[in-house]
Structures are given as C-alpha cells and as structure tokens.
C-alpha cells in the first residue's frame, strides 16, 4: 500500500501572505514533515477595469 502524501496552500493574501512568512511557514512545513506546500497566485482587479460587484440584496 502506498503511504498518503500530505501538503497544504500557503495564504496568497493577509498577513501571512508576503515572502518571507511563506517562507517561515514553508521552512516550518519540512521541519514537521509535510510533502509539499503550494501557493496560488493573488487575483487582482484593477480600479476601473469590468463591471463592480451587484449588491446583496437581503
């Protein structure tokens, strides 16, 4: 049987979301003995650019 490969996604906004606590928390995974870790890049929209979001309406 195959042993299970653990990993997780590292923030890609927020407060751990920069380089450096990608980093730490990347460096922190190997030390526990995960497999692998990921990151998505960030969607931005620019001001501007498509239409805005419709209100909830509730």
Request: glycine share 12%; hydrophobic share 35%.
């Amino acid at each position: 049987m195959n042993t299970p490969r653990i990993g997780f996604g590292l923030p890609s906004f927020g407060p751990y979301a920069g380089p450096e606590a990608n980093a730490d928390v990347a460096r922190a995974a190997e030390r526990f003995g995960f497999d692998n870790v990921s990151r998505t890049p960030p969607v931005h929209r620019s001001a501007g650019v498509g239409k805005p979001a419709a209100p909830v309406r509730r």
